[in-house]
């Protein structure tokens, strides 16, 4: 990672060999009750427009400069990842030590981390300010795992009772395994924890959010000790609960993610072999039944960071000796253009997240299959043709999940048909005006250093004359001058009467 000494410890669970580069938090997933969305997903690439899934756009000069001038604006500064992982990391390793060694809760002792989320698959844009760890929990070997919606959302029950520690978090009928009361001991724990954890930099300290009904996470901020209420860093602490290999993945994701022609069979054999987690998330919706309320969302966040590490149909794409590809620049883009469009329409987006994003990439890497699609100088090109895949999944209303193909990410329960007409035009507008929303903006400030003072306050412009100014600018000093000329107007004038 870029030679970053502090960084390794974030990336040694699953640093890959060679030297390779929400969450989604989305609600729960209605079934298709139509032909089998795998099947109509490539018939609707195929088909979109007269277009073939592998027919390039076209793309002017200035544009091509645009996108990859704004690629390379959004890769994070060196000092600022090794600043953010020290910090990080050392948090880590003690709540890890805390859990591990402490007598608070049994059942939390054999506890570890997985980092997942897009700082951890390298696509992290802007900033090192989010992190997500799921607290891996160890599960009995066998579990009833019972849908509640497509296949995302599920009752868990035990088997048989048990006095193992999972018996603490049971509901009464002595099976079924509580959501909320893991969730609510998560908190509890890092609370205890963070009341007598001291931040690496003494400047700062860690606050642990307000619990919120649909996150499965415990939210901590990095804030200032001088309570100005600015946020540094984010970090989510999500318990997961580890289903044993031997009991496989559940019916609805059993066939595994659709990459024979672009990993290879093999590998998606491998994948299948890789346990599931479920994370303690409630279903969305009011009037919700016991069950929905005590709901678990299975996740494959720690495969998706496995297939975006590992993403060519080459072996050996983008090792140090090998050629690069822009898959991830790509992927970068569109998340900073759905940071942008949720700005512009925070209330009409709100149901936009960059999970949606991120699995319209992972369908099209499966169709356009091949690295010399992907080839590093093709960035706007391919960029382009990952914009317009996104749009073409917003006009059918069918963005199937990647994993659970049954499960629309797109259904009018949980994205409004409203939202996605908004997100469709707004995608169409932004192909056709050029990208207006990739404009790079002004450098971010740089995140305080170890040992540096803390960062001054920003001072305003120069007021030179040669400095030209902004139309903001202009428009206050013309509301200035008439205010200043408007009593005078009025005196002047009563005197006219006056005579």
Not at 193 to 217: C, E, G, H, M, Q
Not at 256 to 261: I, K, M, T
Not at 307 to 317: D, E, F, Q, R
Not at 423 to 445: H, I, K, M, S
């Amino acid at each position: 990672m870029d030679g970053a000494e502090t960084e390794v410890k974030l990336m040694e669970d699953d640093q890959p060999e060679a030297s390779q580069g929400q969450d989604g938090r989305d609600g729960g997933m209605s079934p298709l009750a139509v032909s089998p969305p795998r099947q109509r997903l490539r018939a609707q690439q195929q088909s979109d427009e007269g277009k073939s899934p592998t027919q390039e756009p076209e793309v002017s000069p200035q544009l091509a400069r645009q996108i990859k001038f704004c690629a390379q604006d959004l890769r994070i500064r060196q000092k600022d990842r090794q600043w953010a992982a020290e910090l990080v990391n050392d948090f880590q390793d003690k709540l890890l030590n805390f859990l591990r060694n402490g007598n608070q809760q049994p059942y939390f002792q054999s506890a570890e981390f997985l980092n997942s989320g897009s700082y951890f698959e390298m696509v992290k844009i802007h900033s090192p300010n989010e992190f997500d760890m799921m607290l891996k929990l160890q599960s009995p070997s066998r579990l009833k795992l019972t849908t509640l919606d497509g296949g995302l959302f599920y009752q868990i029950d035990l088997y048989r009772s048990t006095r193992s520690p999972i018996r603490a978090f049971l509901l009464e009928n002595e099976t079924t395994l509580s959501a909320s009361k893991i969730l609510t001991e998560m908190h509890r724990l890092v609370r205890k924890f963070i009341s007598t954890y001291r931040a690496t930099d003494k400047r700062y300290r860690w606050l642990v959010n307000r619990k919120r009904v649909s996150s499965p996470a415990v939210t901590l901020s990095l804030v200032r000790n001088d309570n100005s209420g600015e946020e540094l860093i984010s970090v989510d602490v999500v318990p997961a609960l580890e289903i044993h290999p031997s009991q496989g993945w559940p019916s609805a994701a059993r066939n595994g993610p659709d990459v024979d022609n672009w990993l290879g069979k093999k590998n998606r054999q491998e994948i299948k072999s890789l346990p599931c987690y479920f994370v303690p998330k409630r279903m969305k919706g009011r009037k919700l039944s016991e069950a929905a309320k005590e709901s678990w969302r299975i996740s494959f966040s720690h495969i998706e960071k496995k297939i975006i590490l590992y993403h060519g149909n080459n072996k050996t794409c983008c090792e140090s000796t090998a050629t690069k590809c822009c898959r991830k620049q790509c992927l970068k883009l569109l998340k900073c253009l759905i940071e942008g469009l949720k700005h512009r329409f925070p209330r009409e987006l709100d149901h936009l997240c960059s999970y949606h994003g991120k699995t319209a990439f992972l369908h099209t890497l499966s169709i356009r299959f091949k690295d010399s699609m992907w080839a590093r100088h093709l960035l706007p090109v391919c960029f382009l043709h990952l914009l317009g895949a996104l749009e073409g999944y917003a006009r059918s209303g069918l963005l199937p999940h990647f994993f659970v193909p049954d499960c629309n990410l797109f259904s009018p329960d949980h994205f409004p048909r409203r939202s996605l007409a908004v997100l469709t035009a707004a995608l169409e507008e932004q192909r056709r005006e050029g990208l207006p929303l990739l404009v790079p903006p002004a450098p971010a400030a740089p995140l305080p250093a170890f040992g540096s003072p803390l960062s001054p306050e920003p001072r305003p412009a120069s007021s030179s004359s040669n400095s030209p100014q902004t139309p903001s600018e202009s428009r206050l000093n013309t509301d200035f001058l008439m205010k200043l000329v408007l009593p005078f107007a009025i005196v002047f004038i009563s005197v006219l009467f006056l005579m």
